[in-house]
């Protein structure tokens, strides 16, 4: 501890100069020295915490100083000991590098097993060119289609500048049941439909109702007109018997009912639309419909169906028109598309046996069906006909289908060498390139999940 030189002055007596009695008549002398004196004072003991400062950090100089003597000492030794056992601890590491090598290989090749199979199938290109028939109810070796029916009514307003006699007929679909036998019945156009009033409608387009199948009447869709104009033929739903059938087994056993209101009919004077911008317009809806039509159709076609650009009819019918306001009337029309519709693979399998030689009932598909030309013949009424005739040309494509369970099942945990006796089992696929990971491993992976299967474009 520094020493305190003011402490240390002690005058006779042992008192402290601090005690000294000041005398009455030196009071205001004695003032005047105590500002000095306190700063002494100040000044010492600055300078004792600036030296209580150097103290300390000459304390953690030489602290460091040691330390860093430590350091030097325990680098030699072990300087001194890594050159007598620094080939030992060179191999130790080598050895541990190879380890986590080998580890981490084993780990890649049982997380990232996997491969991949790029399949090139079996294609052949075939002309086509001649008639064919298909049939509703078809036989073994027959090809066979379905009917698929849509509906739309569209509207247009036009002026009414005239005022005229009408007499029009009401309209509406009736569906025809045959449940007299198994053997399909034609009814001619015109044919007659009576309801439970008396009130006739005859069919516009002759038909043929399919027979019954077991306890199923066989049944057909058709359009029936009013015998007479008026209003007095607009009617509900409505249950008809065929008059010509009156006196035969038959007239009980054949019927039809109507799938919606029969109307339309009118008889008197009313505010018509001129003829030509009727025409103009009647034009202008039927275009507008066909395509609405068409479109649907496409849409509700599946993947594994085949629908051909002109392998279907549309049946416009002109409906009452409507008065909107004043002198414009509503000018209205219902467009009914009835389309061929065939299984893919069916069409393709039938296709495939006419033009491709030493074919054997392979599963197989036609790759761009656009490239086929239908052409319907005379007759062609899909919803109505129980088969149809109809010409095809082109080049298609056929692709041979491949089971892809089937083959990386095969694949599964087989030898990377026997991929070649394996796809000998798959005659539809002409080649497949593989590729395993990681690359060293010789072998496909044993889950199937792991195994990628993906068809050339």
Do not use: C
Not at 93 to 120: D, N, Q, R
């Amino acid at each position: 501890m520094p020493r305190n030189f003011m402490q240390d002055i002690v005058p006779k007596g042992g008192r402290s100069i601090r005690n000294v009695p000041i005398s009455p008549t030196r009071v205001r002398r004695d003032e005047s020295i105590t500002v000095p004196i306190k700063k002494v004072y100040e000044k010492v003991e600055k300078l004792e915490r600036k030296l209580e400062r150097e103290e300390s950090h000459l304390e953690k100089e030489q602290s460091h100083i040691e330390a860093l003597r430590k350091a030097r000492a325990e680098f030699e030794i072990h300087h001194t000991l890594g050159r007598k056992g620094g080939k030992k601890r060179k191999r130790l590491w080598i050895g541990l590098s190879i380890l986590s090598v080998i580890g981490l290989a084993v780990v890649v090749s049982t997380v990232f097993h996997g491969a991949s199979v790029l399949v090139s199938p079996k294609i052949i290109a075939a002309n086509i060119s001649g008639d064919y028939v298909a049939k509703k109810s078809a036989s073994k070796g027959e090809l066979a289609f379905e009917t698929m029916t849509v509906k739309q009514i569209l509207t247009e307003t036009v002026k009414a500048s005239s005022e005229e006699i009408v007499n029009k007929k009401a309209t509406g679909t009736v569906m025809i049941y045959n449940n007299y036998n198994s053997t399909s019945q034609r009814l001619i156009k015109n044919t007659r439909f009576e309801t439970p009033e008396g009130l006739i409608y005859r069919i516009n387009d002759s038909v043929t109702v399919p027979g019954k199948s077991g306890s199923t009447p066989g049944s057909i869709e058709a359009i029936v007109t009013a015998d007479e104009s008026g209003d007095k033929y607009n009617v509900g739903l409505k249950d008809f018997t065929i008059p010509g059938f009156k006196g035969d087994p038959r007239y009980t056993a054949f019927y039809a009912r109507s799938k919606n209101a029969l109307d339309g009919g009118f008889s008197g004077k009313k505010k018509v639309v001129v003829l030509a911008d009727y025409k103009k317009a009647e034009e202008s809806i039927r275009s507008k419909l066909r395509i609405a039509l068409l479109e649907e159709v496409k849409k509700s076609t599946t993947d594994d169906q085949l629908f051909f650009d002109k392998s279907f009819t549309i049946d416009f019918i002109s409906l009452p028109e409507e008065p909107v306001s004043g002198s414009l009337v509503l000018v209205k029309i219902e467009g009914t598309l009835s389309a061929t519709v065939f299984d893919k693979k069916t069409f393709s399998s039938y296709l495939a046996a006419k033009v491709i030689k030493g074919y054997q009932g392979d599963a197989v598909t036609i790759k761009d069906p656009q490239s086929i030309f239908f052409i319907p013949k005379s007759d062609f009424r899909p919803a109505t006909n129980q088969s149809i005739v109809f010409s095809l040309s082109g080049t298609p494509a056929f692709e041979w289908i491949y089971d892809e369970m089937l083959l990386k099942e095969a694949l599964r945990d087989a030898n990377r060498n026997l991929v070649i006796s394996i796809l000998q089992k798959f005659p539809m696929i002409e080649k497949a390139d593989i590729s395993i990971r990681p690359f060293w491993r010789g072998s496909f992976p044993n889950k199937v999940e792991n195994i990628t299967i993906k068809k050339t474009e």
